[in-house]
């Protein structure tokens, strides 16, 4: 089945810690995206790619990298310099063409103790 | 830029009663407009689009919206409401192009239904 992988479902690392989250598709999608979700704000766009090698800084991408090094895969790294890290991740791609909508996975809920 | 305001944090309604969730648009440009939902600790599964022709757009399990651009509005409803249809509720925007797939996300609104 396509679709996309965030994995793990549950991550808890200590403050301070960097830490990286997996986000891999096999919809041979052109753009993959990170959102950030807390309660009550919606979903915040961290960072996203439209093309092998190269991304692009969303309205919140300080504090964490991203890389892409491969079209299937795109890892988002929470870095210590992020000031309030514990969020619910979620992960997304689409298509260039007229669909427009973007597909998402799983998420992955980070605690930060 | 583009954004979006969904009235209501929080809808309550009676299983059988209508369902209707609001949504507001800004946008420079022509928008591209999204309703998606999301179950408790999972991901977001489209609803239903609006891109370009018909304004009144049907979506998946019965809901359906309508674009009015005079009044910047993409409001989801559905006639009535399911205990599944307990979940929370984004609005979102796209003005495509170069920005496809890139969304802007209303704060979303929580569906409670009550039995």
């Known amino acids: 089945d396509g679709g996309i992988t965030q994995s793990p479902k549950y991550l808890f690392r200590k403050e301070g810690q960097n830490v990286t989250l997996s986000c891999e598709q096999n919809l041979n999608h052109d753009a993959m995206y990170w959102y950030r979700q807390d309660p009550g704000q919606g979903l915040r766009l961290i960072y996203y790619?439209?093309?092998?090698?190269?991304?692009q800084k969303g309205d919140i991408a300080e504090g964490y990298s991203v890389s892409r090094e491969k079209k299937e895969s795109f890892p988002l790294t929470v870095t210590s310099a992020q000031k309030n890290p514990t969020a619910f991740y979620l992960c997304?791609?689409?298509?260039?063409?007229?669909?427009?909508?973007?597909?998402f996975g799983q998420g992955t809920r980070l605690t930060v103790v | 830029a583009q954004s979006v305001t969904q009235l209501g944090s929080h809808v309550s309604v009676s299983e059988g009663a209508l369902v209707l969730l609001r949504c507001n648009y800004s946008s420079s440009v022509p928008p591209y407009l999204f309703w998606y939902v999301q179950y408790p600790n999972q991901g977001l599964q489209l609803l239903l689009k609006y891109t370009t022709g018909a304004t009144l757009v049907k979506g998946i399990n019965g809901f359906e919206a309508e674009f009015k651009k005079s009044e910047t509005s993409f409001h989801l409803t559905k006639p009535s409401a399911h205990m599944s249809d307990a979940a929370e509720y984004f609005c979102a925007v796209s003005v495509g192009g170069t920005s496809y797939g890139k969304l802007t996300f209303g704060q979303g609104t929580i569906l409670t239904v009550h039995p």
């Open positions: 790619s439209q093309i092998v090698n190269d991304f």
């Open positions: 997304a791609s689409s298509i260039k063409g007229d669909r427009l909508e973007a597909f």
